[in-house]
């Protein structure tokens, strides 16, 4: 990877440039892989990357960069996403 | 070399064509209208190879202009007064994304009062935004500022856009003669431009992403380490464009008679150039004034303002005001004075509105400063 000299906002690709930015989330979702047909709707539409697509083509959610858009559960035709509310830890 | 005898905005676009961007995008607006006409006419005649953009607006002017550079293309517009204020955020946006823009701006009022003659708020306005700003004072002088821009914009050590000012209609469309070097000279003194940093689909980057505070404050120190060594390389580049083609008409400042003055005038753009005449006619008398005109007021030229108040009582004449202080030359003059120099420092506010200020007018002020009758800044010429 080629670096600029230049000083101004400039980010080079690499894995979670920001930090875990799965931390933002309030909504988190669950994928129910019986429903999943596989179809890759919420692999196309996720806006930062975060399902993972698998050889058969079956998905997995990246939660330490999931940040609960909720995007990929209103794509999915079956409904095999449902947004849950992350549950706040008790002490 | 030819003599080019045509106005101060198709001497410019002449000089912008001959340093071969590959991008214009730009607006027409009153009085820098020729000037963009004159680069469509290079464009209709085949020769201008770039590509011109004709957008809606200045902003998209602007915004045009940085979308390219980042891609990687030398990119040049101009605009005025209302069109330079439209582009407001994205004059911040191209220093901030350390994009080497290269403008021209035909200083104008602004409205209301609709006015299109000269003054100097517009650009003055845009003075925080991180551009280098020259002021000219002859057609001569903005044909080898505008070569000279793009070399100091595209420097390794600045990477910074620069603003190239000329007074609306004084300049702007005032015929004097210019001398206008063969193509190869130009082509051999602004070089090929090599992008310090680019959008490149081999190569991917991230541009204007977030970036948290510590990083943030990196870039804006190093906009400023820029501008100073805009300051080296202002005179440097000046240097070399006397070498290449003959012309110099000063570096940060041009110093004209300051040998033994005891009153330095301080003036810029047009009523510079007029100051020359008001020096030689009090030299003529046995004052020991001399003239040292700004070209540059981003970076500010502090140093050597400092110098001249070790020499000389300063005058100062500003055609624009900061609305609830001062004039921005006397102000920033005082400043620079400040703690190092017992100089004193006279201001004028004069010229707004294209008022005309000739050279009796340029006497008549720095009479009133030496004689001591004059306050600490004034207003001169108002008719009640």
Known sequence: ?91 | MTIMMDTGNRIGAKAAVMAKPEVVAAYPITPQTTMVEAIAEYVARGEFKGEYICVESEHSAMSACIGASAAGSRTFTATSSHGLLLMHEMLHWAALARLPVVMCNINRVIGPGWNIWVDENDSISQRDTGWIQFYCSSNQEIFDTVIQAFKLAEHQKIVLPVMVNLNAFILSHTSMPAEIPEQQTVDDFVGKYVPHWKLDIDNPITFGNIIGPEHYYKVRRAMQEAQQNAKQLIPQIAKDWKKASGYFHGDLLEYYKCEGAEHILLSMGAIGAESKIAIDEMQKAGIKIGLARVRVIRPFPAEEIRKLGKQADLIIIDRNISIGSEGVLFNEAKAALYGESEAKATGFIAGLGGKDVTYKDIETMCRKAMNGSAKKQEWYGMED
């Open chain 1, 1 to 91: 990877m080629k670096k600029f000299a230049v000083e101004t906002s400039l980010s080079y690709p690499k894995k979670g440039a920001m930090g875990k930015t799965g931390s933002w989330r309030v909504f988190k979702p669950i994928l129910d892989k019986k429903k999943c047909v596989k179809c890759l709707r919420c692999w196309i539409f996720c806006p930062e990357g975060s399902i993972h697509r698998e050889k058969d083509d079956s998905v997995s959610i990246d939660y330490d960069f999931c940040k609960g858009c909720g995007i990929c559960a209103n794509e999915c035709n079956v409904k095999a996403i449902i947004m849950e509310r992350e549950e706040v830890k008790k002490k």
